[in-house]
């Protein structure tokens, strides 16, 4: 069901409407599949209260992919829906970044992963609600007082990790050697958004990786844990070029729709 609110599309030429299509289609994938995967952890949460907070989590963001997809469809314009661009499109249409695929492994894996993402997260839509798209400012506004949350509560979970028990420790630094290498795709711009750049609306991702290097140094310095340097970077989402993950994650994200054709709540 689509909200009511008025989606304001920017006067801007078909060529850059289509990059502005792409671009926002990649924010909608990643936060649709980030939810997804840390769906999965409700009632297998740890404790009560942490099994809670990742469903929250889940929830901000599938309402923030909501308002990405709603935006797309319109600026598309083919008469495509939300539901439409979430759950009948293959794997290699999607544009979401490699980690948000990544499976939730144990609980310190999952921690990793959101830390990692929410570092991002919370830089990039500070420069989206001010950035010259009135709708996307208008999503970012109201996302990044929901991401403000996400950053403290992963933050404070990787310190706790680090700085705990043995066992803790080893847990979040093996998470850290398998999912840094995915963090290098966060910053680095597709052709999309650097054309998006050129003309004005892009975020500045120069300025967002200097605010993220801030960020987890300091964290990872409380943590006692070390900075991963030299790390090979895994890129490829923002092509549509993903894990086998992806595959099965979406035959299971869009089973009901595909098996019920057109189902409305």
């Given at each position: ?6 989606i ?18 990649q ?32 929830l ?65 839509l ?31 979970w ?48 120069a ?22 340097q ?36």
């Amino acid at each position: 069901m689509q909200d009511t609110h008025t989606i304001v599309v920017p006067d801007v030429t078909p060529e850059l409407r289509q990059q502005l299509f792409e671009y926002v289609l990649q924010l909608a994938d990643t936060s649709l599949i980030l939810a997804h995967r840390l769906s999965e952890w409700c009632g297998h949460g740890p404790v009560l209260e942490q099994d809670l907070a990742l469903a929250n989590i889940s929830l901000d963001l599938l309402g923030e992919a909501r308002s990405y997809y709603q935006y797309a469809a319109e600026l598309e314009g083919q008469g495509r829906t939300e539901d439409d661009l979430a759950y009948l499109r293959t794997a290699v249409e999607y544009r979401n970044v490699l980690l948000a695929e990544q499976p939730n492994g144990d609980f310190a894996h999952t921690i990793v992963r959101q830390f990692i993402y929410d570092a991002f997260h919370y830089y990039l839509l500070q420069q989206l609600q001010v950035g010259p798209d009135r709708q996307l400012a208008a999503i970012a506004e109201k996302s990044v007082k929901e991401a403000a949350y996400h950053i403290k509560w992963s933050s404070e979970w990787v310190i706790r990790l680090g700085d705990g028990t043995e066992e803790s420790r080893r847990r979040v630094e093996a998470a850290i050697q398998a999912l840094w290498r995915y963090s290098g795709e966060l910053t680095t711009p597709s052709p999309t958004e650097q054309v998006l750049q050129a003309a004005g609306f892009g975020p500045d991702y120069a300025a967002v990786q200097a605010q993220v290097d801030q960020h987890v140094t300091r964290v990872f310095a409380e943590a006692t844990l070390p900075v991963l340097q030299g790390v090979f970077m895994q890129k490829g989402g923002k092509a549509g070029r993903h894990s086998e993950h992806l595959g099965y994650l979406l035959a299971e994200l869009q089973y009901l729709q595909r098996t019920y054709p057109g189902l409305q709540w």
